[in-house]
């Protein structure tokens, strides 16, 4: 058996869905030989995206099925228990990442799925892994932001001109392009994640996931519907490589939260308890 969850994940660069499902159990076992209360957390993630990236890669053709056990696989690892927005340590927590522009006035934050990308490209750093994911799908990439029906706000106002909306599109592509050529800069890969998974692709999350789109009888899907496949593709590489970089720090003290609902029977599954929770956190705290 692996000591540490880096050398299950090392042995993969594409791994299969039958690969994924065997690391399941090999996360399963460290977790239960290693038992420790504080890191649950941190084995729960890893042990349920693999699980949905596992049946997103057995999915096959069937892009709705792909993309929603995709997403699946992204709230996993992104969930934080209910009692922990109310600790001071998440308040310090949310001061963290700094703030995303585009955010319509009347749009939920999707604050767990922010905190999540911020803290992952904290892991990345130097090594560009996340920067070098955009960058490989650069056509997924433009398919996804010149889409206009993955922009929020064309459902919620209309656009005044054609050029406000090429203005839009533009910025974006501008983002991305600020990410691809940078060198290890944590907050513009933030930001180009952002406009791809927090504006673009929640959007066509929401529409699924609500029953908000038809399914094969839309005008849409009749024209091909790219996006949905540029997507399912460009979140299969990102989830995979948030899989890698987390289990890259197997067996050190950086601290990830209890997950909703913890496993019956674990340590966690019982009344919440803080002092599970680091005492520091915040934008200049030392990243734990």
Same mark, same amino acid.
């Given at each position: 058996?692996?000591?540490?969850?880096?050398?299950?994940?090392?042995?993969?660069?594409?791994?299969?869905?039958?690969?994924?499902?065997?690391?399941? =159990?090999?996360?399963?076992?460290?977790?239960?030989?290693?038992? *420790?209360?504080?890191?649950?957390?941190?084995?729960?993630?890893?042990?349920?995206?693999?699980?949905?990236? !596992?049946?997103?890669?057995?999915?096959?053709?069937?892009?709705?099925?792909?993309?929603?056990?995709?997403?699946?696989?992204?709230?996993?690892?992104?969930?934080?228990?209910?009692?922990?927005?109310?600790?001071? /340590?998440?308040?310090?927590?949310?001061?963290?990442?700094?703030?995303?522009? =585009?955010?319509?006035?009347?749009? =939920?934050?999707?604050?767990?799925?922010?905190?999540?990308? /911020?803290?992952?490209?904290?892991?990345?750093?130097?090594?560009?892994?996340?920067?070098?994911?955009?960058?490989?799908?650069? *056509?997924?990439? =433009?398919?996804?932001?010149?889409?206009?029906?993955?922009?929020?706000?064309?459902?919620?106002?209309?656009?005044?001109?054609?050029?406000?909306?090429?203005?839009?599109?533009?910025?974006?592509?501008?983002?991305?392009?600020?990410?691809?050529?940078?060198?290890?800069?944590?907050?513009?890969?933030?930001?180009?994640?952002?406009?791809?998974?927090?504006?673009?692709?929640?959007?066509?999350?929401?529409?699924?996931?609500?029953?908000?789109?038809?399914?094969?009888?839309?005008?849409?899907?009749?024209? @091909?519907?790219?996006?949905?496949?540029?997507?399912?593709?460009?979140?299969?590489?990102?989830? /995979?490589?948030?899989?890698?970089?987390?289990?890259?720090?197997?067996?050190?003290?950086?601290?990830?939260?209890?997950?909703?609902?913890?496993?019956? @029977?674990? !340590?966690?599954?019982?009344?919440? *308890?803080?002092?599970?929770?680091?005492?520091?956190?915040?934008?200049? !705290?030392?990243?734990?």
């Amino acid at each position: 058996m692996p000591k540490l969850l880096s050398e299950v994940f090392a042995r993969y660069k594409n791994p299969s869905f039958s690969e994924l499902y065997e690391a399941v =159990k090999e996360i399963r076992r460290l977790q239960q030989h290693q038992g *420790d209360t504080k890191n649950q957390g941190y084995h729960d993630r890893l042990q349920r995206a693999s699980s949905w990236l !596992a049946k997103a890669k057995k999915a096959g053709t069937d892009s709705e099925a792909r993309f929603i056990f995709l997403w699946i696989a992204l709230n996993a690892l992104c969930a934080v228990r209910p009692d922990i927005p109310d600790t001071s /340590w998440w308040r310090s927590e949310e001061e963290s990442p700094p703030p995303l522009s =585009k955010r319509r006035s009347d749009d =939920k934050n999707p604050r767990e799925l922010e905190w999540f990308l /911020w803290r992952v490209c904290g892991l990345d750093g130097s090594a560009g892994i996340l920067r070098s994911v955009i960058e490989a799908h650069r *056509d997924n990439v =433009k398919t996804v932001l010149r889409t206009r029906y993955l922009m929020s706000n064309d459902w919620f106002w209309k656009w005044r001109t054609e050029d406000e909306l090429s203005k839009w599109k533009i910025s974006s592509q501008g983002t991305i392009n600020r990410a691809i050529h940078s060198v290890g800069d944590r907050e513009l890969t933030y930001r180009a994640l952002g406009e791809i998974l927090v504006w673009r692709l929640r959007t066509l999350r929401n529409q699924l996931f609500h029953g908000c789109a038809t399914d094969t009888h839309s005008t849409r899907r009749a024209d @091909g519907e790219s996006e949905l496949e540029a997507g399912s593709s460009l979140l299969e590489e990102l989830i /995979w490589k948030f899989l890698v970089l987390m289990a890259s720090e197997s067996g050190q003290s950086r601290y990830w939260p209890p997950c909703p609902y913890p496993r019956a @029977g674990s !340590a966690q599954h019982q009344p919440f *308890d803080d002092s599970w929770l680091p005492k520091c956190g915040g934008r200049n !705290a030392p990243f734990q």
